[in-house]
């Protein structure tokens, strides 16, 4: 064969291969059997290893090649790749309409018809599609041939996964057309293939994969592309970053497909308003179970483009889009106890003690009943066989009982009239659901008020075993006594030798500077939690300033809605609040306002930290995480991007950060990141 001839036979089997591959991988359509195009492959690469100067980067022999990596070459995202908020609920999309409506001027005022108008004419409606449970990626093209394929990542930076993502069949190697493209999708594994893998590991004795999404995520990450190919995972996409003329996200949905990509168009559904959202959330969660691949709900998003880019960004995730998720993962177990827990706000919540059952592959053993209302609605008896579920990292719930599995053994559960901690008559404010105990000296509410206050001064070795003593021992009545307190004072009680009191003495008196943010977060408004207080850091710059903001003022402020407003208004009302702050300014606690640096890298990610980090206190860590646009969680969630890990750090973040795939950074890491 000559030159010339091989040139042209090349082309041709390309062609003719990547017609299969469309129709079998994409499309679903077997046009010959498997064989056949194998086949084809093995006379691709025999004529490429004669001729090898027409080998191209879209050849289909590409797709598996070259030598594993020793590592994955980080780079940037040409925009940040966002995630979503959850909703479980019709009346969590409810609020999350007003909450657009709101941000756009428009009031809603409660009115069905014009929700449903404003949806439409002002929205464009909305397009839905499946939320697939798999991992995030960005694939990059350049005269439609593909260049690079990166991870999420943290979201501004991935990691550089194009020899693997080439194994994918569904992800084209040229599109069809030979433009600039950037978009993003998700590698998933199918159900079927998930089991055959399991199956085998199993007959190896291997440990299993949990889910498909984890197996999915870690064969993307494997150094070894030939080792991915053999995983057979699947792709499809639903973003297009790149401007193509696209009006709407319906159009980019559209335009997707035409390129070559894999889409699940057939899946996906424009509605005009949250009614047919709802209609088509119920049909898809009753397909649930029919699709080839792991979903958890559907993905909605405001379909005019211009009105989206408009609502921006909310925290790490677009205002205009919400992943709307199927209800939560379920399993029966029998409520053993039903005991109640009084808040630092006052606030007497009912949980189910529960015989441990597994639920989402994590073994629970409380639940949360919410309020009197609930227990009532539920119908909910000590020693019955109960419904509980987790959606995502929040507490578990009591779904259901199932009265006819009751032996005639349960009892009734009364809610008391008295707070359980002080016997204070309890209150229910109005306009709430939830009994209140109103005695601010309650000892259950200043406990749980110390921790919290502790916990945001980050005061190193005094927990909650060692508040419990001081305020048993009365040497504390509010937080502000603590930094009183004077080595002679606890050296008395038991186990405090005289190195381990001087040690606490200075750690605690070590956190008087505090930055103002932790210390609006400190005094335990309700409702205030770290990125509120974050908020009206960035909105005031002192606390002056908040204590005498009004509250129309207060209501201006973005993602501060009435109800939070009034609580921080209602708070700086309150003569003995007023007075303790006060207090704390005597006793030498100094605000310190935040000077942001000009350079923030790391604006908008969350960051949590466990063990000691050595060469800074954590205090310090955090300062550094804030001044460059960072924020700060005590505890990891799935909206944690960083965990850094120090030395000796607790095992419960870190298995929760394993738990939910959050990236676990080491201390060098992480003050490079600083750097």
């Known amino acids: 064969m000559t030159k010339k001839e091989a040139k042209q036979r090349i082309k041709k089997l390309k062609k003719l291969i990547e017609r299969y591959r469309y129709s079998r991988h994409v499309l679903d359509k077997e046009l010959v059997p498997i064989d056949v195009e194998d086949s084809l492959k093995k006379e691709l690469f025999d004529l490429e290893q004669k001729f090898p100067q027409f080998i191209t980067p879209d ?75 798999g991992l995030a990626i960005e694939l990059i ?107 709407t996200h319906q159009d980019k949905h559209k335009i997707l497909e035409e390129l070559g990509f894999k ?62 998720k199927f209800p939560l993962k379920q399993a029966t177990t029998i409520v053993e106890d039903i005991c109640l827990q009084v808040g630092r706000t006052g606030a007497v919540t009912p949980v189910a003690h529960l015989k441990p059952v597994e639920v989402g592959g994590v073994i629970i053993s409380r639940a949360t009943l919410h309020n009197e209302d609930e227990i009532k609605r539920l119908g909910v008896k000590i020693g019955d066989t109960v419904v509980v579920g987790r959606a995502g990292d929040v507490i578990p719930d009591v779904v259901r009982v199932l009265p006819e599995l009751r032996t005639g053994k349960e009892r009734e559960f009364r809610f008391p009239k008295k707070c359980p901690a002080c016997q204070k008559e309890l209150i229910k404010p109005e306009g709430e659901v939830v009994w209140r105990c109103p005695n601010p000296k309650c000892f259950a509410r200043q406990r749980e008020y110390f921790y919290h206050f502790v916990s945001a001064f980050d005061i190193i070795g005094l927990g909650p075993k060692i508040i419990d003593r001081l305020i048993d021992e009365g040497l504390v009545s509010d937080p502000a006594d603590l930094f009183k307190l004077e080595e002679g004072d606890i050296l008395p009680l038991e186990r405090f030798a005289e190195k381990s009191a001087k040690n606490l003495i200075e750690a605690i008196q070590s956190k008087k500077k505090i930055l103002l943010s932790r210390f609006i977060y400190a005094l335990g408004i ?23 903001a009004s509250l129309e003022e207060l209501q201006k402020i973005r993602d501060i809605g009435p ?113």
Not at 275 to 281: A, G, Q, R, T, Y
Not at 580 to 592: A, M, N, S
Not at 642 to 664: H, M, R
Request: charged residues 35%; proline residues 3%; contains cysteine.
């Open 263 to 324: 889409t699940n168009n057939k899946f996906s559904k424009y509605c005009r308003n949250l009614k047919e959202v709802f209609d088509f959330h119920k049909v898809t969660q009753k397909l649930r179970e029919k699709f080839p691949y792991e979903i958890d709900g559907i993905v909605v998003t405001v379909n005019d483009n211009k009105i989206f880019e408009k609502l921006g960004v909310v925290g790490k995730a677009p205002r205009g889009a919400i992943a709307y």
């Open 59 to 133: 050849s289909p022999t590409q797709r598996v090649g070259g030598k594993p990596l020793e590592k994955f070459v980080k780079v940037r995202h040409p925009q940040p790749m966002l995630s979503f908020n959850d909703a479980f609920s019709e009346k969590d999309m409810e609020d999350w309409l007003e909450r657009i409506a709101r941000f756009l001027g428009v009031d809603l005022s409660k009115d069905d018809v014009a929700r449903q108008s404003f949806a439409e004419q002002k929205l464009g409606g909305f397009y839905c599609e499946p939320k697939l449970d």
């Open 526 to 548: 309700r409702n205030v939690g770290e990125q509120t207080a974050q908020d009206l850091t960035e909105y005031f710059g002192s606390m002056e300033k908040l204590k005498n």
């Open 563 to 675: 109800v939070v407003a009034k609580s921080i208004f209602d708070w700086f009302r309150e003569k003995r609040n007023l007075e303790f702050l006060e207090k704390l300014k005597k006793v030498g606690v100094e605000i310190v306002i935040e000077k942001k640096a000009r350079y923030q890298p790391l604006k908008g990610k969350t960051f949590v930290l466990t063990g000691s980090l050595e060469t800074m206190t954590r205090e310090e860590a955090k300062e550094k995480i804030q001044l460059l646009g960072g924020k700060i969680s005590e505890s990891v969630s799935k909206k944690t991007d960083y965990l850094v890990v120090g030395k000796e750090p607790g095992s419960t973040k870190l298995e929760k950060a394993k738990e939910l795939g959050i990236k676990t950074i080491s201390k060098k890491e992480f003050l490079n990141l600083l750097k």
């Open 141 to 247: 093209y350049q005269d439609g041939i593909l260049k690079a394929g990166l991870t999420r990542g943290d979201g501004i930076i991935g990691e550089d996964v194009t020899q693997n993502l080439k194994t994918i069949e569904a992800i084209p190697l040229r599109l069809t057309k030979p433009v600039e493209v950037v978009a993003r999708g998700e590698v998933i594994i199918t159900k079927k293939e998930f089991e055959k893998i399991n199956q085998e590991r199993m007959k190896k004795s291997l440990s299993l994969f949990a889910n498909p999404r984890n197996l999915a995520a870690g064969s993307v990450r494997q150094l070894d592309p030939k080792i991915t190919s053999q995983r057979h995972l699947d792709s499809t996409c639903y973003e297009l970053i790149t401007d193509l003329g696209q009006k």
